[in-house]
């Protein structure tokens, strides 16, 4: 058994889900830490709050609210759990989408200007047909597929400057991000699709449902009652599947992983390098704007039309997706519904306790800084078992009296004859 969890061991994959959970654990004990600190100093909070807060952020998920004496009670908790898968949908996609960039050899900082891009043409299309001329459904593929395509050509701007002019890829995502932000702006701005009929919400854009147009449930609703949660998370699970085959099991994503390697050596292999990284920013910007559009097909949700002044935090929330992921898009899945449900757990401690919901943006924070610092880790883990390795063999050596020969190496001959 022993020699079976030492090879386990000295698997990558194996140091790579170690590191990423040390690095989930040490983020939840800086926000226990956080709120114990805060609930000690606090005048207005007592260390029973501070305990109730604690259990909320490890328990949110499964929170149903305080009795009658006022206790936390924990339970099964359909609408909790469908809210999370809901809010995972957008951040698999955007995950994806670095992920997929990350191991082509390139860092797409841009996914929050592809999410803008891909919810301006998706809500645009939603809104614009008419759904009395077009079937709903029909107008749903439309505008995902549209939704798709904008980001897609978003993504491929970055790609276009790296192949043809070598510029660095972070710096012109940065600036397609901006772009992006003015661009959903103005042409929100100029269109009739603010929502001018409730006088409370004339800042933001109609729901898609105001066009009959919405993401069937398929039978969620009765499995999570009350919740938003539709097939827009088993569309993303789909996608994730069909990302982790195309990248480990075609020709397609082994030359896209080789140009993202060395694209000199993979010119020199015949590869056409410019080629595969326009079309591997291409396809980041495709997953996050699908993330966008799946969002708002919904029809939960209204999108904020004025955003040249910040941009989606969805876009960036991929990037500690991806990296606790370990760039595996199987890994997304679960990551993406990690991070969604610190963010339930964030809401319940608002709503049950006097603490807010920042709390849980600094234990996202502590976790990417120590997602970014993975290698570091990992390398720790190994030295660790190095270590442990050398001093057996030297306890062994010693109890044996002489020197075992190396493995791989014969013992000398004494003579040519012998």
């Given at each position: 058994?022993?020699p ?141 597929v ?46 009739n ?26 039978g969620?609703?009765h ?7 539709n ?45 595969n ?63 969604s ?78």
């Amino acid at each position: 058994m022993k020699p079976r969890m030492s090879g386990l061991m000295k698997k990558e994959a194996t140091r790579s889900i170690l590191a990423s959970i040390l690095s989930i654990i040490i983020g939840l004990v800086v926000g226990c830490v956080i709120i114990l600190i805060v609930g000690m100093t606090s005048d207005t909070l007592s260390p029973s709050s501070a305990w109730d807060g604690i259990r909320l952020i490890f328990g949110g998920l499964f929170s149903t609210g305080r009795d009658a004496a006022g206790a936390l009670t924990f339970g099964f908790n359909p609408t909790n759990i469908g809210n999370m898968l809901f809010r995972a949908t957008p951040l698999i996609l955007t995950g994806l989408s670095v992920a997929v960039a990350f191991k082509t050899g390139l860092f797409n900082i841009g996914a929050p200007g592809q999410y803008l891009m891909g919810t301006m043409v998706t809500l645009m299309l939603a809104l614009g047909i008419p759904s009395e001329v077009v079937p709903a459904w029909l107008i749903w593929i439309i505008a995902f597929v549209g939704g798709c395509l904008a980001g897609a050509v978003w993504g491929a701007i970055p790609g276009l400057l790296k192949a043809f002019l070598n510029i660095n890829e972070v710096l012109a995502c940065i600036m397609t991000n901006w772009l992006a932000a003015n661009l959903v702006t103005w042409m929100f701005d100029i269109s009739n699709f603010k929502n001018v009929v409730e006088n409370t919400k004339s800042g933001y854009i109609y729901k898609t449902t105001f066009n009959g147009v919405a993401t069937p449930k398929m039978g969620l609703d009765h499995l999570f009652p009350n919740s938003q949660v539709n097939m827009g998370i088993v569309i993303a699970i789909v996608i994730a599947i069909l990302m982790y085959i195309i990248m480990s099991k075609t020709t397609l994503g082994y030359q896209l992983k080789a140009c993202g390697a060395n694209r000199h050596a993979a010119r020199y292999a015949g590869i056409q390098d410019r080629r595969n990284i326009v079309l591997s920013m291409a396809i980041a910007g495709a997953l996050a704007a699908a993330g966008a559009s799946l969002y708002y097909l919904s029809g939960n949700t209204e999108f904020y039309w004025s955003t040249y002044q910040s941009l989606p935090s969805t876009g960036f929330n991929g990037i500690p997706v991806a990296l606790l992921a370990v760039n595996n898009p199987i890994g997304v899945i679960f990551t993406g519904c990690f991070m969604s449900m610190l963010d339930i757990s964030g809401l319940q401690l608002t709503n049950l306790t006097a603490y807010n919901e920042y709390i849980t943006d600094v234990i996202i924070a502590t976790i990417v800084y120590l997602s970014a610092f993975s290698l570091v880790i990992k390398m720790f883990i190994s030295g660790r078992k190095k270590r442990k390795a050398k001093a057996s063999l030297a306890a062994a050596s010693d109890s044996g009296g002489a020197e075992t020969p190396p493995a791989g190496t014969k013992p000398e001959k004494g003579g040519e004859g012998a």
